[in-house]
């Protein structure tokens, strides 16, 4: 029995010793892993080396979302994406940083355990778990410089030394939508090299800063006036340019005259590109300029800019294309209707204004005047009178208000009609109508074109259909009483009438 005790004894002593020396190995084992229970940034980490959650971590995370802005002088942003530009993470000092503090105090792996196994009490989990640690950046700046030297925006308006001699830096040009422009490039000129190695300062700079902390963008503004004057530089001037500069503010000056023309809802617009041409040009198309460097007035271009005003919106005497209301577009000749400005009115004006430097509005000057201005100058109210169907019209703001048949001009006689736009231009009540051999009272009488106008004609007792072949009126147009009574007191001086077959 003694000797089956001392065996017994010895067995236990050898699995003591065997426990003890694997909870030591384990805890050796856990000075070099993350113990029980810890997640890093959603990684459970248990049992895991520092190199390789490192690994997992870099792998995870992504370096193009990560960008740095940098703003030029012009205003204009550019993002570098750091995976672009020479710059690398890695979270190794984090994560060892971390492995610290799990390694603070010894066998707590083994407190853990039992106490999670035994329910005593809820686990350590508590105070790592979800545990979030933040990369640190690294700079390659060799890297990130070649990259900048060979971005676009940076080799744009650079300063160089033989642009400083060049004494067409500043110029003036004339373009097509603005008249003449300056072409300065002295101005604010771009040092590549020192702009190049202030933006890598910047990155690493500002990298250094959040490195171990959650990243936030930044922006590098060459603008602000301390980093401008380490990027940029100007030319100076020199005696040529200044020449160039006193008359670009001549030609200013020149261009600096606005106005509206109105014609109806359209609009012609004097501005820049319009003022440059007219000024006068030497034998070699170069500008004429006066001993105050500034240019010299080509008046005739002003009396050809009112012409073109005229041949542009001047509709007296020009064939139309009508929508009549029997369905079908017909060609209708011009008569004395229309607008027609007055040339010399409008170039005193315009020549006055342009002197006295008077920008604004205008309403030209007619020597006649439709009862629309612009192209389509009958608008929507006016009179039809269609000589084939023998039918006449009244339309206000396009709603057909009177529809009734007529007899025109007697066509067997040679006294038809004739078809062209034309204008109620008198009206008169109870008025004799005389010819050769006649004299009608009529009791409504509206003028449109010389002797022809629209009356009532109470003799007649029917109207319409085809008696105007045989036995038509001298060139009027005849209506019944009924009708002229109503369209008589609603017609206003000036109102378009549009005779056509």
Same mark, same amino acid.
């Given at each position: 029995?003694?000797?089956?005790?001392?065996?017994?004894?010895?067995?236990?002593?050898?699995?003591?010793?065997?426990?003890?020396?694997?909870?030591?190995?384990?805890?050796?084992?856990?000075?070099?892993?993350?113990?029980?229970?810890?997640?890093?940034?959603?990684?459970?980490?248990?049992?895991?080396?520092?190199?390789?959650?490192?690994?997992?971590?870099?792998?995870?995370?992504?370096?193009?979302?990560?960008?740095?802005?940098?703003?030029?002088?012009?205003?204009?942003?550019?993002?570098?994406?750091?995976?672009?530009?020479?710059?690398?993470?890695?979270?190794?000092?984090?994560?060892? *940083?971390?492995?610290?503090?799990?390694?603070?105090?010894?066998?707590?792996?083994?407190?853990?355990?039992v106490v999670s196994s035994l329910n005593l009490r809820a686990p350590r989990i508590h105070d790592m778990i979800e545990e979030t640690v933040y990369p640190t950046y690294y700079c390659d700046t060799a890297v990130m410089a070649a990259?900048?030297?060979?971005?676009?925006?940076?080799?744009?308006?650079?300063?160089?030394?033989?642009?400083?001699?060049?004494?067409?830096?500043?110029?003036?040009?004339?373009?097509?939508?603005?008249?003449?422009?300056?072409?300065?490039?002295?101005?604010?000129?771009?040092?590549?090299?020192?702009?190049?190695?202030?933006?890598?300062? *910047?990155?690493?700079?500002?990298?250094?800063?959040?490195?171990?902390?959650?990243?936030?963008?930044?922006?590098?503004?060459?603008?602000?006036?301390?980093?401008?004057?380490?990027?940029?530089?100007?030319?100076?001037?020199?005696?040529?340019?200044?020449?160039?500069?006193?008359?670009?503010?001549?030609?200013?000056?020149?261009?600096?005259?606005?106005?509206?023309?109105?014609?109806?809802?359209?609009?012609?617009?004097?501005?820049?590109?319009?003022?440059?041409?007219?000024?006068?040009?030497?034998?070699?198309?170069?500008?004429?300029?006066?001993?105050?460097?500034?240019?010299?007035?080509?008046?005739?271009?002003?009396? *050809?800019?009112?012409?073109?005003?005229?041949?542009?919106?001047?509709?007296?005497?020009?064939?139309?294309?009508?929508?009549?209301?029997?369905?079908?577009?017909?060609?209708?000749?011009?008569?004395?209707?229309?607008?027609?400005?007055?040339?010399?009115?409008?170039?005193?004006?315009?020549?006055?204004?342009?002197?006295?430097?008077?920008?604004?509005?205008?309403?030209?000057?007619?020597?006649?005047?439709?009862?629309?201005?612009?192209?389509?100058?009958?608008?929507?109210?006016?009179?039809?009178?269609?000589?084939?169907?023998?039918?006449?019209?009244?339309?206000?703001?396009?709603?057909?208000?009177?529809?009734?048949?007529?007899?025109?001009?007697?066509?067997?006689?040679?006294?038809?009609?004739?078809?062209?736009?034309?204008?109620?231009?008198?009206?008169?009540?109870?008025?004799?109508?005389?010819?050769?051999?006649?004299?009608?009272?009529?009791?409504?009488?509206?003028?449109?074109?010389?002797?022809?106008?629209?009356?009532?004609?109470?003799?007649?007792?029917?109207?319409?259909?085809?008696?105007?072949?045989?036995?038509?009126?001298?060139?009027?147009?005849?209506?019944?009483?009924?009708?002229?009574?109503?369209l008589y007191d609603m017609v206003e001086l000036g109102t378009p009438v549009i005779l056509f077959y």
């Open positions: 029995m003694k000797k089956f005790l001392l065996g017994f004894i010895r067995v236990i002593g050898v699995m003591a010793v065997l426990g003890i020396g694997a909870v030591i190995a384990l805890d050796q084992y856990y000075q070099n892993v993350f113990p029980l229970f810890v997640t890093i940034n959603g990684e459970y980490c248990t049992g895991m080396t520092v190199g390789r959650v490192t690994d997992i971590l870099n792998d995870s995370y992504d370096l193009h979302a990560d960008k740095i802005s940098v703003r030029t002088l012009d205003g204009a942003v550019y993002e570098l994406p750091l995976d672009q530009y020479g710059v690398t993470i890695s979270y190794k000092p984090a994560v060892a *940083e971390y492995m610290k503090q799990c390694k603070s105090k010894p066998f707590q792996w083994l407190e853990d355990l990259k900048l030297e060979r971005a676009a925006w940076l080799n744009e308006n650079l300063y160089s030394e033989e642009k400083r001699h060049k004494e067409n830096a500043v110029s003036i040009i004339k373009s097509t939508s603005e008249g003449y422009i300056l072409v300065d490039q002295t101005k604010d000129l771009l040092l590549k090299e020192q702009a190049v190695a202030f933006i890598c300062a *910047e990155i690493v700079n500002q990298l250094t800063k959040i490195s171990g902390t959650p990243y936030q963008s930044a922006l590098i503004d060459l603008s602000a006036k301390s980093n401008k004057d380490i990027c940029y530089k100007s030319i100076p001037y020199t005696a040529k340019m200044k020449d160039t500069l006193a008359k670009w503010e001549g030609i200013r000056e020149f261009q600096d005259f606005h106005m509206i023309y109105e014609f109806g809802g359209r609009e012609e617009i004097i501005d820049e590109a319009v003022v440059a041409d007219w000024m006068t040009l030497d034998a070699q198309g170069e500008l004429v300029f006066d001993e105050e460097n500034r240019p010299v007035l080509d008046r005739t271009l002003i009396k *050809e800019y009112v012409a073109y005003l005229a041949s542009t919106y001047n509709t007296v005497g020009i064939e139309r294309s009508f929508k009549a209301t029997r369905g079908d577009l017909v060609k209708v000749p011009g008569g004395g209707y229309g607008n027609e400005l007055d040339e010399a009115a409008e170039y005193e004006f315009l020549l006055n204004a342009f002197l006295n430097r008077q920008s604004g509005t205008r309403i030209p000057q007619y020597i006649s005047e439709a009862w629309e201005k612009g192209s389509d100058d009958i608008g929507d109210t006016y009179i039809e009178v269609d000589m084939t169907d023998q039918h006449m019209y009244y339309y206000v703001d396009g709603e057909l208000v009177i529809d009734t048949p007529v007899v025109t001009g007697n066509t067997s006689r040679n006294w038809g009609t004739p078809a062209k736009v034309c204008a109620v231009y008198f009206k008169q009540k109870n008025r004799v109508l005389r010819g050769a051999n006649y004299a009608t009272p009529v009791k409504y009488w509206m003028a449109v074109d010389g002797h022809i106008g629209i009356h009532d004609a109470t003799w007649r007792k029917e109207f319409g259909g085809e008696i105007y072949q045989t036995n038509g009126s001298h060139g009027c147009i005849n209506t019944p009483i009924e009708i002229m009574e109503e």
